[in-house]
């Protein structure tokens, strides 16, 4: 069945650091590929996204992810993080049925200290 | 820019209530979904659109239906609130064309069900 992993329930990082978020997908095939981020209280809305092509997309707000076919993987990163960055973040992937459908994962917390 | 609306932000209601909960979208997509989100689950997908007039299940029907008599319009009921129905609602729409997959996301509904 297909599935998406986001190994990281929670984590924390310091205003200027780097950041990796990672992300795991289960798929005959390879899928289109997202990453949102949800600030609290509201909607998701969407960093970046990988159909096809370049395996290193790059998204708004400094966002980056690198899709490893051999790895099943769409990490995301971003070299330098902002307070404003503190979110919650989910990793999803693009079925090619007829209807479209995506599947989430569960979501990783990221808290930013000052 | 792509806007979804929903009916609520927050919505509080009694045990066997009947709910409706609305969602409007302006970009004339085909697809509109309404999913649930609850923490640690990330989003299960309630049911989809792809049509108006049409409906499909999705991975957590039960409880809940669904109508779309306008594209624009994709409203989700609960027949008979029960508490475990408690939760943030997230309504989306999205194209079936070049960019199949990609969701926008209206702000959420937080229900409680006393």
């Given at each position: 069945a297909q599935s998406v992993t986001q190994p990281d329930i929670h984590i924390t990082v310091s205003e200027g650091a780097s950041l990796e978020l990672r992300c795991n997908y289960s798929y005959g095939a390879t899928p289109y590929l997202f990453w949102y981020v949800q600030s609290p209280g509201q909607g998701l809305q969407l960093l970046l996204k990988y159909f096809?092509?370049?395996t290193l997309v790059q998204g708004i707000k400094g966002f980056e992810a690198e899709f490893k076919r051999s790895q099943s993987s769409f990490n995301l990163r971003k070299p330098s993080v902002h307070w404003s960055d503190a979110a919650e973040y989910f990793c999803a992937v693009g079925l090619k049925t007829s209807y479209d459908k995506v599947i989430f994962g569960p979501g990783t917390s990221l808290s930013v200290i000052p | 820019d792509v806007k979804v609306t929903q009916s609520s932000r927050y919505l509080v209601k009694r045990t066997g209530e009947k709910v409706f909960l609305e969602c409007v979208q302006d970009?004339?997509?085909e697809n509109m979904f309404w999913y649930r989100q609850d923490p640690g689950l990330g989003l299960r997908l309630i049911y989809f659109s792809y049509d108006v007039k049409m409906k499909e299940k999705g991975d957590i029907p039960e409880g809940y239906s669904v109508s779309r008599e306008k594209k624009e319009r994709f409203s989700l009921i609960l027949e008979s609130a029960s508490t475990n129905q408690t939760s943030m609602y997230l309504c989306a729409s999205g194209t079936?064309?070049?960019?199949?997959?990609e969701q926008f996301f209206g702000p959420g509904t937080r229900l409680t069900v006393l």
């Open positions: 096809s092509g370049d | 970009m004339d997509h079936s064309g070049s960019q199949r997959n």
